[in-house]
């Protein structure tokens, strides 16, 4: 009786070491990975002629603006595009069909809003973990090379999955955060959660330097 019990407790000792050991690991590359990015360390390398790109559509303005930031790159180096939109989202599908004119190279994901308008900063907790969790498959599928968003919700939990797969070494991936024009003197929600994610964090405005010590300011781009 006693020899079988020992082995257990052995047994449970190890795991509980190794547990240790990888959440240690985890933590230590988390905040190597948040170094990098802070001191703005990280470059965009990619093994192939292309970069494969995510694009995070909002709705309306949102989306008018990054696609008018999209005409600014060479269509030819950053594909395949992957569209990443809420699933309510209609009109934006729309735009996109138009300005990729029967291209075949892009495809469209759709995820759950992270944050209705209006909606309370508490329950969008919920909502925002739902859409991350539906957010995993796809950049894992895909596998990104870079992240460009503008500000709506959904960028959120697309980039923050980005960063977790980073750091557990599944994707080496980029994201760049442009702040919406319409930002003047404030961030947006998703971009003072973001400022401390995104490898290059970009406004519009100079006097929103203020308000974002690794902020680049290369004037108006949408």
């Not at 093994?47 to 030819?76: A, F, P, Q």
């Not at 939109?85 to 759709?110: F, G, H, M, P, T």
């Not at 950049?139 to 919700?153: A, E, H, T």
Request: net charge positive; with cysteine; aromatic share 12%.
């Amino acid at each position: 009786m006693l020899k079988p019990l020992l082995v257990y407790i052995f047994k449970m000792e190890i795991i509980m070491h190794i547990a240790m050991v990888t959440t240690a690991a985890f933590i230590i590359r988390v905040f190597y990975v948040f170094y990098e990015i802070l001191r703005s360390g990280c470059q965009l390398v990619s093994k192939n002629k292309s970069i494969k790109t995510v694009y995070c559509i909002g709705s309306g303005g949102h989306t008018t603006e990054l696609l008018r930031l999209m005409s600014y790159l060479d269509s030819k180096k950053f594909h395949p595009r992957l569209y990443i939109l809420a699933k309510n989202d209609i009109s934006s599908e729309v735009k996109i069909q138009e300005v990729e004119n029967d291209s075949s190279n892009y495809s469209v994901y759709r995820i759950p809003r992270s944050r209705n308008v209006k909606q309370s900063y508490v329950s969008s907790i919920f909502t925002t973990i739902y859409a991350t969790m539906c957010t995993v498959p796809a950049l894992c599928r895909f596998k990104p090379d870079v992240i460009f968003c503008n500000g709506p919700g959904t960028c959120v939990p697309v980039c923050l999955v980005a960063f977790l797969l980073r750091c557990m070494f599944i994707l080496d991936c980029r994201i760049v955060f442009i702040e919406s024009v319409c930002r003047v003197r404030t961030l947006s929600l998703s971009g003072k959660i973001l400022q401390f994610f995104a490898d290059v964090f970009i406004i519009q405005w100079p006097q929103l330097k203020h308000a974002c010590f690794r902020a680049r300011y290369f004037g108006r781009l949408t």
